[in-house]
């Protein structure tokens, strides 16, 4: 069965400073990956996916994430980050093309003046 | 723009009550799911349904049921609310088929707090 691993729950930064968010996963078939966003009182928000193809994929509001199949990761970056970009972050995964996501217990991403 | 609605964005509900939560998605999307979120537990899946009248339990079921009787609508059903099923209920979508389907869209959610 797949699962997704977050080691971080909170991540604390300061404005304008480069950020990581971890994700690992365990599946033994194809997987295709996902983060989402999630903002205070809101409902989840896709950032980005991995599907196919180019294993670096760029989503909104500036992150990008590398797919690793050796490392099994799906490590999400931002080179700077804004006061806006406070907020809940999620990596799920979706084993064998299959409709189901199973989602990371998430990250807390706190960014400070 | 995909929307998905829920009928409540705050609920107090009593133990023992039976409660309804409601999910309305108008992009034709077959793919309709429940989860529930609670702190450092991350999104686990309570039910989902690939079409109407069709549903499949997720990881966590128990106290729970569904239905779906419209296309885009989802109902949650707490048969008999107890107090550890105090928390933020959001109900997603997808398409089905192709592989744009497995972005899943969100609802607001609903808190839910059980007394």
């Known amino acids: 069965a797949q699962s997704v691993t977050q080691l971080d729950s909170q991540v604390p930064v300061f404005e304008e400073a480069p950020v990581e968010l971890r994700c690992n996963y365990s599946?033994?078939?194809?997987?295709?990956l996902f983060w989402y966003v999630q903002y205070p009182n809101q409902g989840l928000q896709l950032l980005l996916k991995?599907?196919?193809?180019?294993?670096l994929v760029k989503g909104i509001n500036g992150f990008e994430a590398e797919f690793n199949k050796s490392q099994t990761s799906f490590h999400l970056r931002k080179p700077s980050v804004h006061i806006s970009d406070t907020a809940e972050y999620f990596c799920a995964v979706s084993e064998g093309g299959g409709n189901k996501l199973t989602f990371g217990t998430g990250t807390q991403l706190k960014v400070e003046l | 723009d995909v929307k998905v609605t829920q009928s409540s964005r705050y609920l107090v509900k009593r133990t023992g009550e039976k409660v309804f939560l409601e999910c309305v998605q108008d992009m034709d999307h077959e793919n309709m799911f429940w989860y529930r979120q609670d702190p450092g537990l991350g999104l686990r899946l309570i039910y989902f349904?690939?079409?109407?009248?069709?549903?499949e339990k997720g990881d966590i079921p128990e106290g729970y049921s569904v239905s779906r009787e419209k296309k885009e609508r989802f109902s949650l059903i707490l048969e008999s609310a107890s107090t550890n099923q105090t928390s933020m209920y959001l109900c997603?979508?997808?398409?089905?088929?192709?592989?744009?389907?497995?972005?899943?869209?969100f609802g607001p959610g609903t808190r839910l707090t059980v007394t």
């Open positions: 991995y599907l196919s193809g180019s294993t």
């Open positions: 349904s690939y079409d109407v009248k069709m549903k």
């Open positions: 997603a979508s997808s398409d089905q088929g192709r592989t744009a389907a497995y972005e899943q869209y």
């Open positions: 599946s033994s078939v194809s997987v295709y």
